[in-house]
């Protein structure tokens, strides 16, 4: 090859060690970009020009120099769907963790809450009062005192059960702009998808569009169970709980139902859901009929890390939050309409975080406070049987006191169920607490109803739940409720730590091969520098040697 075209191999190395240095310095200068995947440069050799053949395997031929092949993305597919998957399930954990860590603290178990327990069994509870009572039942003071702490035991109840209701309110708030959100990357992925493939249809490599749309799998990873897969062409069709979320040029849009009762949100695909009733604008009418072989998550399913059902943050506040208030009548499996049916705690109630507790906790303020009006009836009971004239625990109409009473509806008729929501102090005893005397017609103390209003405290026969077998007291019940929290919380704090540790590897693991290294990076750039300075010196030497032959055979 002649002395000018060796020219033209020394400007291919100065324009490859120029790219390659602009690549590093793009490297460089996204260290901390969120998302941004490592690039790196390819190189290889120009074609060759061929002078001469001799034989089959000898010919004569002259390199043309490098050329700048295309930049790399550094990335392992294997790690980043592992990665993606643990996320998810690392998400799932902290949203359990996290709704235990909040209805200890609405319990008051955090030294921040209502604390409940103080109202039911502290020095100035309830037991307490009872207690005190019992000493002297004829006491005014003890009265007043035993009504006093019956309002505050169940003021600072209805505060726990309200403040339960209130954080499933905001989880619930949070299953609306999770689906949107879902929705919003679904759709962004769906333009990534035509903008990498018009832009790799020519020579360029649409690399910054590829580390969004990588972020954008990765946060996706986070809220549920996602698979994807590339085409040949650059599309990627993109799956959430085994249903098409994005699929080439189309993007199925995940909606809401509300239910009209409790308010709640449920996901649901809109391209599987049947209508049959549409409005005068056209849009569908939205009922739990037409969603029922659309939702997105099946939470009948048994959480499991082999089945791979316990990932996504949005699957676990929806089985956090539940789909309804629950109540105690659900933990002896009767329904919602008030009817038994056989597992319904299990199917309805026992996977739900929030709901269990609902339950559980009403469970206990409606068997105190039921027991309390039980042993006042039973005490005008035996008064009576003894003197059929006699006004001892009963009102002017002659009907027994009862110290809770439920609250009427708009109507002024009684709510049912004795749930914590629907029970109140009786108003006429709160302002004379003294109607309860205690003090029989023969004017000695009422020393039975007394020992049953103690043994009704210190009776071990109730079970916090249908799981549990132990038998226990009234105070002794509100310590298993805690204690069963707690438990479950060590439990998740465990599974989310053990969580934390594989995820943070793979993460790890990857960001070895997608993150920047600086010291790395500026070894390359010293490299291709060093490149460029050789071919610097190459074209200098040729031109020198160019200028030496026109110098010596120009005369």
């Not at 921040?112 to 002297?136: I, P």
């Not at 993007?251 to 695909?269: A, H, L, S």
């Not at 049987?385 to 009427?408: A, C, H, I």
Request: net charge negative; proline share 2%.
């Amino acid at each position: 090859m002649s002395l000018m075209g060796s020219l033209y191999t020394g400007v291919s190395g100065l324009q490859t060690s120029s790219n390659a240095l602009n690549t590093t310095a793009h490297n460089m200068s996204n260290l901390d970009t969120k998302g941004y995947t490592r690039q790196q440069v390819q190189q290889g050799t120009r074609n060759y020009v061929t002078h001469a053949r001799y034989t089959n395997k000898n010919w004569i031929q002259t390199g043309l120099g490098v050329k700048y092949t295309r930049t790399r993305q550094e990335r392992d597919a294997i790690l980043d769907r592992n990665y993606r998957r643990e996320s998810g399930r690392q998400a799932f954990y902290d949203i359990s963790a996290a709704t235990l860590e909040e209805i200890e603290y609405i319990l008051g178990e955090s030294n921040e809450g209502h604390e409940f327990s103080e109202a039911l069994s502290g020095e100035q509870g309830l037991w307490a009062a009872v207690q005190e009572l019992s000493n002297d039942p004829t006491a005014s003071v003890n009265q007043n005192l035993f009504v006093t702490k019956a309002y505050e035991f169940i003021t600072k109840a209805q505060k726990v059960y309200n403040s339960l209701c209130e954080y499933q309110d905001n989880m619930n708030n949070k299953v609306k702009t999770d689906v949107n959100l879902i929705n919003k990357y679904a759709q962004e992925i769906e333009a990534l998808n035509r903008a990498i493939v018009r832009v790799e249809g020519g020579p360029e490599h649409a690399n910054d569009l590829r580390d969004r749309r990588n972020y954008l799998l990765d946060e996706l990873g986070k809220l549920g169970n996602i698979a994807y897969s590339e085409d040949i062409s650059g599309y990627v069709s993109v799956r959430f709980e085994q249903v098409d979320l994005v699929k080439g040029s189309l993007v199925n849009e995940m909606c809401i139902y509300q239910d009209t009762q409790t308010g709640f949100y449920t996901p649901y695909w809109k391209m599987l859901a049947k209508f049959d009733k549409f409005d005068a604008d056209g849009n569908p009418i939205v009922s739990e009929e037409n969603i029922e072989g659309a939702k997105v998550f099946d939470l009948t399913q048994e959480i499991s890390s082999l089945y791979n059902t316990d990932i996504g943050s949005l699957k676990s506040i929806l089985l956090a939050r539940g789909d309804h208030r629950a109540t105690h009548g659900e933990l002896d499996n009767i329904n919602t309409d008030g009817k038994y049916e056989e597992n319904w705690y299990h199917a309805h109630v026992e996977q739900s975080l929030v709901m269990n507790v609902q339950a559980e906790f009403d469970k206990l303020v409606h068997i105190i406070t039921t027991k309390i009006n039980s042993v006042l009836a039973d005490g005008a009971k035996r008064a009576t049987e003894l003197n059929p004239d006699s006004t001892y625990l009963r009102d002017e109409n002659g009907d027994p006191y009862q110290l809770f009473k439920l609250m009427v509806d708009e109507e002024g008729r009684p709510e049912t169920g004795w749930t914590v929501g629907n029970i109140m102090i009786n108003e006429e005893l709160r302002q004379n607490p003294s109607l309860l005397s205690f003090r029989l017609d023969e004017h000695s103390e009422d020393k039975e109803t007394m020992e049953a209003l103690k043994k009704a405290f210190e009776e071990t026969i109730y079970t916090l739940n249908p799981n549990v077998a132990t038998p226990v007291c009234f105070y002794d019940y509100y310590k298993s409720l805690v204690s069963q929290l707690a438990n479950n919380g060590a439990v998740f704090r465990a599974v989310q730590e053990n969580q934390d540790v594989a995820t943070d590897a793979l993460l790890y693991a990857r960001e070895q091969i997608v993150g920047v290294s600086s010291d790395e990076e500026l070894t390359n750039m010293i490299m291709y520098q060093n490149a460029y300075n050789a071919s610097s010196r190459y074209i200098n030497v040729i031109s020198e040697m160019l200028d030496h032959l026109l110098s010596t055979l120009g005369r």
